[in-house]
DNA sequence: TTGTATGCGTTATCAC
DNA sequence: GTGATAACGCATACAA
């Protein structure tokens, strides 16, 4: 438990003033090379390490960009913190990570958290039920950049980093349609969210530019868990006529919509066909696979952090870019496919 | 953009010193209750937020705990990120995480952020090819307490968070005697690792107390990639005679081997039982559904932090403790059930 | 119960 | 190129 080596230290050392010496760690121009080389060695050697409180408190910054995140353990939000957390560190930036747990309440507490631990910028993923975003004002008026990634709002102030959920949702469906579907149920989640709004919106345009009627009986719209799936397949069952294509808006829910709808004796494809949203590893195991619309999680996360940095070097303004939209892909699996492939 | 409130400023505002209102900022006994109602509400009124590096500088802690972790868009590992950062968040404990992308290399990198950025503590799972843990004696030195969970390493300066590995390969490969199975396969990951070494001894224990050879020859040495679960399938189905149990130390390479299985005609359970490890979600998604053990991410991530914070507060002491075995699991699903329900 | 003085380790400012 | 000094905001030893 030795003490901690401080420039002072190594200021000693060398025969430096400790200004000098601070100013080589930091590669200051107006340094002499030789002393830098002199400095840097003994440093090294005496095991210094820069504190960086010290260093925040006098730069106030902190080098450190805030996470608020509905929920860690899904396969999109983690593949987010990964991308995030390479290009952060690359950076050097340190992420702290805090969850939601998909409610407004915490994600109020964990943004004055953050705003008390001085990240240099905040990236954000909104809860299912946050009305609006009061609580980031804090960081506006202090001029911390906000960035609002995948669950996104509104706000003059932020950037949205998304996917183009109506386009995706628009092929999702004009796919199934194509694969012969007439009578296309849209399971959605929380339709104060962006992305579901958008999804349905997507889904609607769809029909209405392939002359089909949009009905609002169609439309199932609950949480998208794991047991809404089987919920919505006996909703599914019920309907008359039975419907021929279901279009979900989360593939763990399609999942088991799907294998509901299978037990119940129901042929996917071909009596109904199934398409989900996100790409996650499951589609690729269940039988038949799922047809799906790939999310760039890990991009999005890198995306998120590269523009955040580039605010904070002011290398671009974020009051300009109003939306970053990255590219989505449909991928066609057996769940959707009834015709031969061409 | 206005500048921040300091404590000087309150102590402007209600006519006591910066000491009192840092003292009652910090909630200490010797203030008067009058005095501190008052000094909450002005520092309040006047959006005061504590300066957390000029708190850190003074008192030379960081109430950050550092995270590093192989991956983190693992199911397994993501969940116990989310029981970190619960239990962490609730104790006023900032975490910062950083992948080691599952190499030596970067793990040593990290560790060196981490240690430089003055975390109070470290919460490590290895890297697959960390050979040594050199890197983490800076911190042993120091006195900051390092806990492993799940791929662990011996050291007497620190603790461990496990399950019983070798206990649960045994009930895993146990229960596939159990249903039948003579010739077991068992598909395992890098043996250096503390994990898939004790699997093996599991699967190997299991054998020999049911009076069933072990045979080098049934070992299959892999990364458990997703391919690997396929490349692992030729071999099975190469072997003569042939296996009619196999136990994969990984969910999602057990998944991959058991599709390839079935494409090639082999019925599950019957003609081989299929065991996997982790319970991860695909388990329940898959058909037939896969027999697992139970891997409690969340609540290893939630006892990680409360055992590191423990030390940090001097409730327990590091050298003391080491290791902490947590429950774990067998559950049966259709993929190992040949024999009827008891 | 409250206040004064000092230092935590750095970096910015100004002077040489 | 280099150095002296102050300041960042807080917490504590000591004094009252």
Redesign the interface.
């Known amino acids: 438990?030795?003490k901690d080596i401080t420039i002072y230290d190594i200021a000693k050392g060398v025969g430096f003033s400790p200004t000098t010496v601070s100013r080589a760690l930091n590669n200051h121009p107006a340094v002499n090379q030789k002393t830098k080389q002199r400095i840097y060695e003994i440093a090294t050697q005496m095991?210094y390490?820069?504190?960086?409180?010290?260093s925040?408190?006098r730069r106030q910054r902190?080098h450190?960009i805030g996470v608020i995140v509905p929920?860690?353990?899904?396969?999109f939000?983690?593949?987010v913190?990964?991308g995030m957390?390479?290009v952060a560190?690359e950076a050097g930036y340190?992420?702290?990570?805090?969850?939601s747990m998909g409610t407004a309440e915490k994600e109020v507490a964990?943004a004055k958290?953050m705003?008390?631990?001085?990240v240099d910028g905040l990236l954000v993923s909104l809860a299912h039920d946050t009305e609006n975003i009061d609580h980031f004002e804090?960081f506006f008026?202090?001029?911390i950049p906000v960035l609002f990634y995948d669950r996104v709002a509104e706000h003059k102030q932020s950037t949205s980093i998304v996917i183009d959920n109506v386009q995706a949702a628009y092929k999702a469906t004009t796919h199934l349609i194509e694969q012969g579907c007439r009578n296309i149920v849209h399971i959605s989640g929380n339709l104060k969210i962006n992305v579901y709004a958008n999804r349905l919106k997507g889904y609607k345009y769809a029909l209405i530019d392939h002359n089909l009627p949009f009905r609002e009986s169609l439309v199932i719209t609950n949480n998208l868990t794991e047991e809404d799936g089987i919920k919505a397949a006996e909703q599914i069952l019920k309907m008359k006529p039975r419907p021929d294509g279901v279009f979900v808006s989360n593939d763990?829910c399609a999942?088991n919509c799907m294998?509901a709808l299978k037990q119940a004796g129901i042929s996917i494809p071909h009596d109904i066909a199934v398409v989900g949203f996100n790409n996650d590893?499951?589609t690729r195991?269940?039988?038949p696979s799922l047809t799906t619309i790939d999310y760039p999680?890990?991009e999005m996360g890198e995306v998120a952090v590269r523009s955040l940095i580039n605010y904070l070097d002011a290398l671009s303004d974020i009051s300009i870019t109003n939306t970053i939209t990255l590219r989505s892909e449909l991928i066609v699996r057996e769940s959707s496919l009834r015709k031969l492939q061409k």
Chains 1, 2 share one sequence.
């Not at 929920?71 to 396969?75: F, G, H, K, M, P």
């Not at 340190?94 to 969850?99: A, E, G, R, V």
């Not at 705003?115 to 001085?118: E, L, Q």
Request: net charge positive; charged share 15%; glycine share 6%.
């Open positions: 438990m030795d095991g390490r820069s504190n960086m409180f010290a925040n408190l902190t450190t929920i860690l353990n899904s396969s939000q983690s593949s913190m990964a957390e390479k560190t340190n992420l702290i990570i805090s969850q964990n958290t705003f008390n631990s001085r804090p008026k202090k001029g763990f999942v294998k590893p499951i195991v269940v039988e999680g890990y």
